[in-house]
């Protein structure tokens, strides 16, 4: 938005407006990995096949546990 204003600036006052635009987009950039780093902790777990005889895989996700009977392995 600013850069059309860049013929009426001083170089001084564009560079404070660029410095200014960066910092907000670090603080956002910050929130976001602060955010995401939240969520993959909740959604760590763990699984594990405790002697099932129905083969089921239980996993375990923030402490609620959930029972898997049909699964396959990631393709690589």
Excluded: P
């Amino acid at each position: 938005m600013f850069i059309m204003l860049w013929g009426h600036l001083t170089w001084h006052a564009a560079i404070l407006l660029l410095q200014a635009e960066i910092a907000r987009q670090e603080a956002r950039l910050k929130m976001e990995r602060e955010n995401l780093e939240k969520e993959k902790s909740v959604l760590m777990g763990t699984a594990s096949n405790q002697d099932n005889q129905d083969g089921a895989l239980e996993i375990t996700v923030s402490g609620e546990k959930y029972r898997c009977l049909r699964f396959s392995k990631a393709k690589k």
